[in-house]
């Protein structure tokens, strides 16, 4: 039941912690983003549309890994602990 619980906070800090990051590099991307296409543009010869899909694919890609890597395994973990509390309850009676 540690572990669960352990694991289950983890995950949970784990998804706030990347939806603030997240966040803070769609704000700091909002500030610099024809500096950073300019730099991009230089390094790697490609143009703003390419370079608009590659910005887009990877909140996609974050988004994908905030929801189903930790926020999926946190709630999951979450409902575990509170059906083995339940039935815990349940077998000391602690209820009555």
């Known amino acids: 039941m540690r572990y669960i619980n352990f694991w289950k906070r983890?995950?949970?800090?784990?998804?706030?912690?990347?939806f603030l990051l997240n966040i803070v590099f769609f704000f700091?991307?909002?500030l610099v983003r024809d500096y950073s296409f300019s730099f991009a543009h230089q390094?790697?010869?490609?143009?703003?549309?390419?370079?608009?899909?590659?910005?887009?694919d990877f909140f996609i890609l974050s988004k994908y890994i905030m929801f189903y890597l930790f926020l999926t395994p946190s709630l999951a973990l979450y409902w575990m602990s509170k059906c083995y509390k339940d039935e815990w309850k349940k077998n000391i009676k602690l209820d009555d």
């Open 28 to 30: 700091w991307w909002l």
């Open 43 to 56: 390094i790697f010869a490609i143009d703003k549309i390419a370079y608009n899909k590659l910005i887009v």
């Open 10 to 18: 983890f995950l949970l800090k784990c998804f706030v912690i990347s």
